[in-house]
Each structure stands twice: as C-alpha cells, then as structure tokens.
T-cell receptor
Framework: EAQVTQNPRYLITVTGKKLTVTCSQNMNHEYMSWYRQDPGLGLRQIYY???????DKGDVPEGYKVSRKEKRNFPLILESPSPNQTSLYFC????????????FGEGSRLTVL | AQSVSQHNHHVILSEAASLELGCNYS??????LFWYVQYPGQHLQLLLKYFSGDPLVKGIKGFEAEFIKSKFSFNLRKPSVQWSDTAEYFCAARHSGGYQKVTFGTGTKLQVIP
C-alpha cells in the first residue's frame, strides 16, 4: 500500500531535549516536505527536499533541521525544542517537484513543555 | 506574495443542506488548484484538483469545485452534505510549470449536524 509513514505519532518532551521525527515513503517520490499545522494558521511549510541530498527552507524553518540521505526518508530534527514548536507536524511527498498532488502522512503531534 | 484565502473559518450545517466553501488565490498566471480534506484525527487527503480544461471539477464523495479565473476563485461545493462530511477543508494553489511551492489556505472547519 502506498503510504507516508511518520513516527512518533505523539510525543511529549521538554525544552531543549533533541528529538527526531521520522518520515518514510514507499512510492519512490522525489519530492518530500514537512509542514506544521497550527489553529488558524493552516499548514506552513518548514523544509522541503526536491531529491536526495537537496533540501531547502520553507516558510518557517527556524529551529528545525532536515536531511535527505536516501530517497525514501526525510527526518525532521529539532535540536533544542521550545514550547513554540508545540504543533501538529505532517510529512508529505509527491512524485516530483513539478507535479501537484501531495500525499500526506498521518501526522505527529508534538508537545514541548 | 502568493497567498490563498479561505474566508469561512467555521461553518455549521444541518444534514442535507448545500455547501459552498470559498477559496481565493492571489497568483498571477497559470495555477494549479486543490482542495484537501482532513477528517478528525486523520491526515490530509486530496478531494479534487484543477490543472486545466473544464473549470468545473468533480472530486470524490460528491464534491465539486469551480475555477473562475476572473474572480481568482476556486469554491468547493456539495449539493447535500452528510454528517460524515464533518472535517476541515483546505484550499491550496501553486503556479503551474517547473517547481513551485504549494501554498495552503488556513482551512475551514465544517460541522454537519445530524
């Protein structure tokens, strides 16, 4: 089954404790992206990757890092989480950078105390 | 800057009522337009998309949307909503051709009352 898988789905952590949210897709998609969803703000793009070893900042990259060492994986790293990073995070992928339809993961709800 | 606006933040309807959710975009040139739906506790799923051709687009679950270029709009419609349509709906847009970012609206929460 074609899917985007994120882990963990739920996480409560404390300020400053490094964490990684993993994202994996099995559709051989070139393009992957991370979004955060906050009430009243919709989805905002954090980082995206057009292919292996190619990543770039989205609209709200501060406090986040990503890597794309393999085509299927695109982890989101919070080196020193802060409470304003409490949010619902979605990973998404699409076949290539210039195709339209995004496929989303199930979401990861992160709470930073 | 490119933007997508959804003016209805929260809509409450009774079952069988008709639905229209507004979406306006600020892009110039040729755009691709999308509506995504997020059911409670789930991820976003594509409802329908417009790339070119017939401006009236039909999607899944009886939804449709009409692209009106002169109004920069892509409103979502359904003639008769069901309780199971309770969800959050996101409009999204991107310039067509080459790589262009997909920009999302802020979403509209639809609550359908049985």
């Amino acid at each position: 089954e074609a899917q985007v898988t994120q882990n963990p789905r739920y996480l409560i952590t404390v300020t400053g404790k490094k964490l990684t949210v993993t994202c994996s897709q099995n559709m051989n998609h070139e393009y992957m992206s991370w979004y955060r969803q906050d009430p009243g703000l919709g989805l905002r793009q954090i980082y995206y990757s057009m292919n292996v070893e190619v990543t770039d900042k989205g609209d709200v990259p501060e406090g986040y890092k990503v890597s794309r060492k393999e085509k299927r994986n695109f982890p989101l790293i919070l080196e020193s989480p802060s409470p304003n990073q409490t949010s619902l995070y979605f990973c998404a992928s699409k076949a290539s950078a210039n195709t339209g339809e995004l496929f989303f993961g199930e979401g990861s709800r992160l709470t930073v105390l | 800057a490119q933007s997508v606006s959804q003016h209805n933040h929260h809509v409450i309807l009774s079952e069988a009522a008709s639905l229209e959710l507004g979406c306006n975009y600020s892009y110039g040139g040729t755009v691709n337009l999308f509506w995504y739906v997020q059911y409670p506790g789930q991820h976003l799923q594509l409802l329908l998309k417009y790339f070119s051709g017939d401006p009236l687009v039909k999607g899944i679950k009886g939804f449709e949307a009409e692209f009106i270029k002169s109004k920069f709009s892509f409103n979502l419609r359904k003639p008769s909503v069901q309780w199971s349509d309770t969800a959050e709906y996101f409009c999204a847009a991107r310039h067509s051709g080459g790589y262009q970012k997909v920009t999302f609206g802020t979403g509209t929460k639809l609550q359908v009352i049985p």
